[in-house]
Nanobody, 119 residues
């Protein structure tokens, strides 16, 4: 069982920045693909970015956040970070950290953290 604990988020103005952090409680941290999802009110949950495990650490981003958001992992701290820059009101959502054996399969989820961007 993997537990994910998110922190960060909050409120920002358009054009501002926020950072999210997710710490995983597992010794097998390195094998997991780690991702950030988000869900805005009335919309389906969507993937924002993910970083693969197994020492590949390839990153992938949703088109809507490319060039603005950056995902990284710190294996020494079992942590994945999401740096969010040039925020837009449409980035407002609850953001979830997820872990799984592949980018198409996530088995563990964090509790979610709110991000609100004002215009």
């Amino acid at each position: 069982q993997v537990q994910l604990a998110e922190s960060g988020g909050g409120t920002a103005q358009t054009g501002g920045s926020l950072s999210l952090s997710c710490k995983a409680s597992t010794r097998t941290w390195k094998i997991y693909t780690m991702a950030w999802f988000r869900q805005a009110p009335g919309k389906e949950r969507e993937v924002v970015a993910y970083v693969q495990g197994w020492d590949t650490y390839t990153t992938t981003y949703a088109d809507s956040v490319k060039g603005r958001f950056f995902i990284s992992r710190d294996n020494a701290k079992n942590t994945v970070l999401l740096e969010m820059n040039k925020l837009k009101p449409e980035d407002t959502a609850v953001y979830y950290c997820a872990a799984g054996p592949a980018s198409s399969k996530y088995e563990y989820w964090g509790q979610g953290t709110q991000v609100a961007v004002s215009s």
